[in-house]
Nanobody
Framework: QAQLVESGGGLVQAGDSLRLSCAAP????????MAWFRQAPGKEREFVAA?????????NNDDSLKGRSTISKDDAKSTVYLQMSSLQPEDTAVYYC?????????????????WGQGTQVTVSS
């Protein structure tokens, strides 16, 4: 399977913004649906955002995330980004990048058969 490598996590202060990156093998972002999920300690993996191969985006519109995430991609670099703003301690989690075949439900973790190792984001109050 294609290797996905996340980067950009770290320790930030509440209210800060952060941009995560996911580097994928060449042309991956041109052919697959790419997404970001997150998993906090003791919680299930949660969908954050997805972008289709043609650039259509889907977001988790729960109150905890609504309006604070922007997913984008650079096909030339085969890289997907997640920009998050107004970070809060509740956003502390491991953030994962994933790839799925087009046509599968974008918000469902089981649609994705290729996952990165994750990058830790810790938000201090």
């Amino acid at each position: 399977q294609a290797q996905l490598v996340e980067s950009g996590g770290g320790l930030v202060q509440a209210g800060d913004s952060l941009r995560l990156s996911c580097a994928a093998p060449r042309r991956t972002t041109m052919w697959y649906t790419m997404a970001w999920f997150r998993q906090a300690p003791g919680k299930e993996r949660e969908f954050v955002a997805a972008i289709s191969r043609i650039g259509s985006t889907t977001y988790n519109n729960d109150d905890s995330l609504k309006g604070r995430s922007t997913i984008s991609k650079d096909d030339a670099k085969s890289t997907v980004y997640l920009q998050m703003s107004s970070l809060q301690p509740e956003d502390t989690a491991v953030y994962y990048c994933a790839a799925a075949q087009p046509g599968n439900p974008a918000t469902v973790a089981s649609s994705y058969n290729n996952w990165g190792q994750g990058t830790q984001v810790t938000v201090s109050s």
